[in-house]
């Protein structure tokens, strides 16, 4: 299994400011995830985190207001920009076990961001 | 239609009973299914894969239905321990694998 580190844990930010989280893999993975879970929804997936590449967005969602990196197997930011009362969210960090190929999805423990 | 889709519940049921979830999904291609397990104020975790053949986890049975498209959890005799939100995640096909959640289940289990 696959552990994942995730910070801050929490954080209230003032509108228009900048937020970034951060999600540290204990093991190499082939793919990571950005997820956002808003009070009693399920997740919505941002992006995934391609290594070494850009990121891939959904719909509904833009580098410019989420910009995200991924340098290598075990690493990945996300960056919340130009934050509003609309952003505050759990943003999750996910990733998927690609040397076992089981497609088991680990998750950090999510950051809770309350933008004022 | 929503890709993957659950009744919100909450199911509120007592100790012991049996209940059961489904969820559809909307993509006749999608690869691999499993339900999450998710507590309040906290991450999802793994509570079992789906199998085409189906597969039980001690009070856990899980099912696969390709025809109909929808999976489904039975958890019998419940425990209090259960209470919590039962997220039904689908694997799209296509090389990229993305996962798509459900909105997720609401368990309470009373005494």
């Known amino acids: 299994s696959a552990v994942i580190s995730q910070k801050p844990s929490r954080d209230i930010c003032q509108r228009g400011t900048s937020l970034t989280i951060q999600c540290q893999v204990d093991?190499?993975?082939?793919?990571m995830f950005w997820y956002r879970q808003q009070p009693g929804q399920s997740l919505t997936l941002i992006a995934t985190?391609?290594?070494?590449?850009?990121?891939?967005?959904e719909s509904g969602f833009v580098i410019d207001k989420f910009p995200i990196s991924r340098p290598n197997l075990t690493f990945s930011t996300l960056t919340v920009s130009n934050m509003s009362p609309e952003d505050s969210s759990i943003y999750l960090c996910?990733?998927?076990?690609?040397?076992?190929?089981?497609?088991?999805?680990?998750f950090g423990e999510g950051s809770r961001l309350t933008v004022l | 239609r929503k890709e993957v889709e659950q009744d919100p519940g909450p199911f509120n049921v007592p100790e012991g009973a049996t209940v059961a979830f489904n969820c559809t999904y909307s993509?006749?291609?999608?690869?691999?299914f499993f339900w999450y397990r998710q507590d309040c104020r906290k991450e999802p975790k793994l509570l079992m894969s789906?199998?085409?053949s189906g597969n039980e986890d001690g009070r856990f049975t899980a099912q696969l239905n390709r025809a109909s498209q929808y999976i489904s959890l039975l958890i019998r005799d419940s425990k209090l321990s259960d209470s919590a939100t039962y997220l039904c995640v689908v694997f799209l096909s296509g090389g990229s694998y993305i996962p798509t959640f459900g909105r997720g289940t609401s368990l309470i289990v009373h005494p």
């Open positions: 789906v199998y085409s």
């Open positions: 993509n006749s291609a999608s690869q691999s």
């Open positions: 996910s990733a998927r076990d690609g040397g076992r190929g089981t497609g088991e999805l680990f």
């Open positions: 093991s190499q993975v082939t793919m």
């Open positions: 985190a391609n290594q070494g590449s850009e990121a891939t967005y």
